[in-house]
């Protein structure tokens, strides 16, 4: 079987175009990109989240839920998004920037998530933070 790739540059060819190699080049790009992305660490794409959230003006308030949800608890990133509502790739992209302006912690072992049961890294408020609430 053919690829989509390789019949539209079989056709550009037919046609009598040049642009042949450049179907060709814009089809390697794209597949260069989804292997990128699928290489990507999760903490890539959050931060990647971040910068869009950031753009729209809206990491401040997903901060204050998140804050809010945590409490004086420990959490994982999913429990976060299921307590608020907030979509999991913005609960991580804002915890992102909570864990670096030092409003929340990582901590340092991964233990089995309550909803998933997959073992990652839980969160909690930092000492000072602690105090605020």
């Known amino acids: 079987m053919f690829s989509p790739s390789w019949i539209t540059i079989q056709l550009w060819r037919i046609a009598g175009r040049t642009a042949g190699a450049t179907v060709h080049t814009h089809a390697a790009n794209n597949q260069a990109e989804a292997i990128r992305r699928h290489d ?32 004086g608890k420990t959490m994982t990133r999913r429990m976060i998004a299921e307590k608020t509502g907030i979509e999991t790739a913005s609960v ?42």
């Open 40 to 71: 990507m660490a999760v903490r890539d794409s959050s931060a990647e989240s971040k910068a869009i959230n950031d753009a729209a003006g809206i990491t401040e308030s997903l901060g204050k839920r998140v804050l809010k949800a945590i409490g």
């Open 92 to 133: 991580s992209s804002t915890v992102f920037a909570l864990v670096e302006s030092g409003e929340l912690e990582e901590l340092k072992e991964k233990a089995p998530c309550e909803i998933t049961g997959r073992n990652v890294y839980w969160l909690r408020k930092t000492m000072g933070q602690l105090r605020l609430v």
